[in-house]
């Protein structure tokens, strides 16, 4: 069954959720303590004891798995070494995203509001571009084991041009919690945004509006 | 005259463009050498010998003139206090922008990638709003003297829902270069992004890419 | 009734000075938990269960309330955003003070050993001044909407030169919390610092030394 | 021709070793000159004109290339996204690693002064490990697209424990200059340490000292 | 001969005041060009070519050559690692004071705008203190070996209680250039700050300014 | 009774192992709470109530008793200000070393995952070094109050050359918790590393590897 998309955007969003900490660790690391109960919050994620790390911590498999591109309308899926599968990583100041495109699949245009992020594709091909402040667009069309950069903070996307192949790439981050906000979460915020500054911001009128909120599920 | 989407983008986006330096600074100040020949870039902007500053350098009247909030269709005017006016400020990571609407004026969604953002409303009302990576909405209506917080990097907006008054507001940065993006950048980027992951970012067809793009002067 | 001066100094720092964190935020936002039993003590300010958020969370009407200016002997009154009135600035990075004067009203010199600052007046006019640690004073009168920017650390002051009219302004500092002293703690310190070096320091005698400590009420 | 050790290790490094800065950015992007006379050093690495900035600058076919594992006697090559190939990544504080193994092939024992580094296997399998400041080894047999941290600063090694198949796998840095030091640099610095304290440090004699520089080619 | 207060705070200031760069260093290291034309000005210091590095770059003897406590009334004398005379410290974070008082010398009260301060006695007794933003005095006196800690930018002095015998001491900051400023710059600042907001911040008279700032050699 | 090498590195890696948090303090100060039940773990450590702070948490006499440097093989003791026993020293970003040398006593070879590191003699003299990520070792013999600087992340090494006389040095550091690595740790590491890749880094044999490591007491 088919998602809609604010559940989508959340969804992806949440495998960006996890808590993080990029200040510079004064210890040489702090394992997540993801059982913790969570009672108390600040900027950052507990540790276990120290004495309790172990080699696994610092390992995982979930990027083993394919992700399935077919529960959303964007034909794209995203699988995150966030700390609850990689508790060693909590305080590192990287993160590794798998990305699987069904053909012609989008991770559609985004922005992360913590970091960096460099892309490499190892199947197929993808398209990809980023807009500067200045209004430009810079794209360019990748191929296995090519890398393009992102710069940090800037509306940016990934497409899969290909009709009949997927494709498969690996982007990584500058930061145990990159986020990310899908441009679309201006049609489809939970509650929804005030209709006038929405129509003014795109000069659009509400029918448009509401065609797009409609396309969107929301 | 009135400017095209396009070129009120670029024009607010350039009155944030001033190069910066938010590194700390490690000496007293950095007063910008804005007349420097511009064949050396790097990551800030060069200093004057400081024997050479003045009390001067550390003062600013660029916000004391209203900005002009019928060049562009948005009704809004936004004045900033970067390095080009205000030379004493680079390397201190404070900025002040001087917003004005028209009644019924926008700033349009945005997100400055290098920024948290507070503003105070001086005069009339201003509603304001942001969305955050769980895809929530917050916001609320402003009277003068109140202040409100945007927190870093995410979607946000301004909007002077007064059909007969403007309004006037300061905004905050903790950078002497936040930077703004407007969500519309995807619409009149140069050049044009790709019209398929614009379509399936948004899940609109040609023709409704095609209608914004055209209300947006691109 | 009339504050002695160092009730005054610490509760003009009091004002500024709630715990703060700005290291950079690894979660959208981190609203203050300003109800949070006291009995753990770290770098920072506990945060709500992020679910609990509310847009009221990052607004405050604190600023929209004259300060009073004849509790002190300075004729100054200061009211600031911190998280005690405006928790989702917690994490932030951003504060801003409200500035009332009387007239010939003064800021004492005093530095802010966390923060750049800059300064807009308001209503009618500010002398402000710093002095660099090569022991130059950078001064500058100010109208109204004029900023001025104080370099971080660095010892400085503001004054309503005008004997009639009050002034009101506007600082912003890029620190959740730039804490404040006044050069004057070294006379009105609890407990006063030993009368040998403190003579030495000014250079005056035991006498001159009670005689300002008489002055400012320790 | 098989390079010496100390050669290889030179080479190693070099690859690690364009300069970098990964103070916050405050600019969009800062595409390295790499052509720039090099008669002015400072922390950094110049830009071009932003206006000269093409989307091909911030893309590269480096790790296209299968690095050559028999030029030295670890069977091992590797290949970076530094700026020289990537100049694009200049301020954005991320860089690639291409990590091509022999059978029985090793990254040597080394340590990464200024980044954290998250390794994944594309083909074949890796041991790999780190030791504390505890002096606790952390060691893991990592599979396909199986991810290890090695927290930042620690000495580390990688190895391919396979004695017929070669392995390929990817390292992430948390830096655009990570830097790269092996352990035996001790005994094949240019010039040599002094014997004295090498002897003590590892509590051996000067024939197993000159022994193990022997093998090492110094 | 004796120098006036403010040439000693002066020299003393220009001891402490060359330009600095505590953000990360990216290279191994950044040795100070001290010999640079001093035509191009930025946040740091320029390096000479890392392969014109030497051992002797990392070295200084400065520190070995007791100062001339007679030269101001202060009894105290100053000298520091800066970049002049340790060139491979620049970008390291860390400098080295040497201090050295006469019977009765004080380090006159004053504050550092970039680094917290640690001081160890080596000869003599030291009565030193700090006061906090709330206002609280906190002080200890030292004998040889012994360590205070002064938190960063507060106010804080020492002094060398004993009649009769000198004192040596060092200090260790974690800036490059740490800076520093006397509280009784604010008598002697060049030009002279105007005389009411001076009076009403000590809240004494004009004849009382005018003794202290006639002391103090202005 | 001599210590074993392990347990000699043990213990001087616990010297230097109290977790830290070199984020920016955004109070005055964070005495650390060193009774608090350690049953919460995260990036630093927790501070008493700043009400109950006193002179003598900032102060301490840890440095005045010479270490003992006849309880391990390397002839070197080495004592540090961390925050167990200086805990207003948590947040400050400093820590100061003793060390004390026997005659040709040697700190071995190491590296501060955390920290550059400044050493200054006190009696006696010494020879250090470090090596560069090109590989070029950079040795000094220092006098009395001469400094040495040691760039952040590089393994380095101090010897006392003298056969007769012992040595007395402090080392200062810009983190609370610098950290310390010997690079013997690759042999004496607990559990053991495996030994294909240790004989590979080392280019040794198996029999070479149990020598190191029976010699170093593993």
């Not at 507990?46 to 798995?65: K, N, Q, V, Y």
């Not at 992360?112 to 594709?121: F, I, L």
């Not at 930061?175 to 679309?184: E, F, K």
């Given at each position: 069954m088919?998602?809609t998309?604010?559940?989508?955007?959340?969804?992806l969003?949440?495998?960006?959720?996890?808590?993080?900490?990029?200040?510079?660790?004064l210890?040489?690391?702090?394992?997540?303590?993801?059982?913790?109960a969570?009672?108390?919050?600040?900027?950052?994620?507990?540790?276990?004891?120290?004495?309790?790390?172990?080699?696994?911590h610092?390992t995982?498999?979930a990027?083993?798995?394919?992700?399935n591109?077919s529960?959303?309308?964007?034909?794209?899926?995203?699988?995150?070494?966030?700390v609850?599968?990689?508790?060693?990583g909590n305080?590192q100041?990287?993160?590794?995203l798998r990305?699987?495109?069904?053909?012609q699949?989008v991770?559609?245009?985004?922005t992360?509001?913590?970091?960096?992020?460099?892309?490499?594709?190892?199947?197929?091909?993808?398209?990809v571009?980023f807009i500067?402040?200045?209004?430009?667009?810079?794209?360019?069309?990748l191929?296995?084991?090519?890398?393009?950069?992102?710069?940090?903070?800037?509306?940016?996307?990934?497409?899969n041009?290909?009709?009949?192949?997927?494709?498969?790439?690996?982007?990584v981050?500058?930061?145990q919690?990159?986020?990310?906000?899908?441009?679309?979460?201006?049609?489809v915020?939970?509650p929804?945004?005030?209709?006038?500054?929405?129509?003014?911001?795109?000069?659009i009128?509400?029918?448009?509006?509401q065609?797009?909120r409609?396309?969107?599920g929301?």
């Amino acid at each position: 069954m088919v998602q809609t998309i604010p559940s989508f955007v959340l969804s992806l969003l949440l495998l960006l959720g996890a808590a993080g900490a990029d200040p510079d660790l004064l210890v040489d690391f702090c394992v997540a303590n993801t059982s913790a109960a969570q009672d108390f919050f600040f900027n950052g994620v507990p540790c276990i004891d120290p004495a309790e790390a172990r080699g696994s911590h610092f390992t995982t498999s979930a990027l083993s798995t394919p992700g399935n591109t077919s529960a959303n309308p964007f034909g794209f899926s995203g699988t995150i070494t966030d700390v609850s599968v990689l508790p060693g990583g909590n305080g590192q100041g990287l993160t590794i995203l798998r990305e699987d495109f069904a053909p012609q699949g989008v991770l559609p245009l985004h922005t992360h509001p913590r970091s960096s992020e460099a892309v490499m594709v190892l199947q197929g091909e993808l398209l990809v571009g980023f807009i500067d402040t200045a209004n430009r667009m810079f794209a360019q069309r990748l191929r296995p084991m090519e890398v393009f950069m992102f710069p940090r903070g800037l509306i940016h996307f990934q497409y899969n041009p290909n009709p009949s192949s997927p494709a498969l790439a690996i982007a990584v981050f500058n930061s145990q919690n990159p986020g990310a906000q899908l441009v679309i979460s201006t049609f489809v915020s939970n509650p929804p945004m005030d209709i006038e500054p929405l129509k003014k911001s795109y000069q659009i009128s509400e029918e448009e509006v509401q065609t797009i909120r409609k396309n969107l599920g929301a």
